[in-house]
């Protein structure tokens, strides 16, 4: 057992000093907005505790608190519906279900979308909070919510989206390829885990143990038909797709890997989903265009971020940086302006999407200094200081 012990502490020194820097999240730009002065960030450092102490006694997310099992009975299985699939009105039993792009169907409410989305939700506050106050306290409850959802035999979730977005009647009732976005949710929990890591109630099995699960959740993600279906998608999914692969091979120390994905992803994403006046016509067929397109471009901003911390920059071609700019540029126009200046559709949520594509121009801001990106997030950013981007970004 000793031997064991050295061995996985060796392991997690091994893995602390390989992701020193991150894999998304930036850890050396976390360090500096820890030590900052400056109002705002110390408001948000705040903002995080407290909202850390208005949680505390929340139960840990699980997938097997669900309301309905999955096709294959075990309750441990990621389950969730397709959330624009509604029951077909001209049929007895509403089978197969019929898409109304953009509508919620309250349905799919109460399956493990909503589970998966509390989860990060807590990893992100407890973790945030014990990284910017140092107290022990949230980083027990952070490795309560890791241990429920990886590794506790009786909540713990399988590592596969075998029945994730279903569409009732379709397809005799098994996952889509598209159901791999919900886990886009998961993309920094590597880099709480490493931070976590270094709480006084961390084991270092149990780093290793939750490592494991995500290598055997990435072998699921490359060799399933859902997996390879999402790597042949055209739009915003295939780009999720991408950056999963190369986040999950970074934290299992797959370099190969990892540097593979972020080298054919401009060939693969930018060049064929972007346009070069900017345009992503894969997402403006949709009835909320502005919202995906700000989507996808947000994905676009994390595979830059994953790539620098592997030590690699993708904007350094000039036909690439031309064409990330274009997709900036081409939705910067509308920004500040109402919806009706929109060409396409946005039937919701505009206010909401227009936050999102400034802290995008916040973002993008470090890769494009010679644009006026920032000048404009700090014209248009509405955000409180108690917003969680703040100590992210």
Known sequence: MKYLLSTLTALLILI??????????????????KNSEDAVLRKSQEAVVRAADNIINEAPATVTNKKLAPPSGDMHDYYSMARYWWPNPKTADHLPYVRRDGQVNPETTGLDRDALSLFGR???????????SGNERYAQKAWECLRYWYLNKKT?????????QVVLGRDDNKGRKE??????????????LNILSKAKCAKPQEVEQIRTWFADFLKWMLESEQGQGEYNAKNNHGTAYHIQVAAYAAAVGDTALCRSYIN????RRIMTQFEPDGRQPRELVRTTAFGYSCFNLGHVMDMLDIARLQGLDLTTDS???QRIIAAIDFLVQFLGRPVTSWPYQQIKDWEKQQQNLCWILYRAHRYFPEKDYLALFYQHNTAKPSSRDYLIY
Do not use: K, W
């Open 156 to 164: 713990h979730m399988n590592p596969n989206m075998n029945y994730s």
């Open 264 to 267: 054919e992803f401009t060939q």
């Open 319 to 321: 036909e690439t940086r």
């Open 179 to 192: 159901g791999l976005l919900d886990t886009y949710t998961m993309l920094p929990i590597n880099d709480y």
């Open 16 to 33: 602390t000093s390989a992701h020193a820097q991150g894999i998304v999240l930036d850890m050396q730009h976390m360090e500096q907005i």
């Open 122 to 132: 807590q990893m992100q506050i407890f973790t945030l909070a014990y990284y910017y």
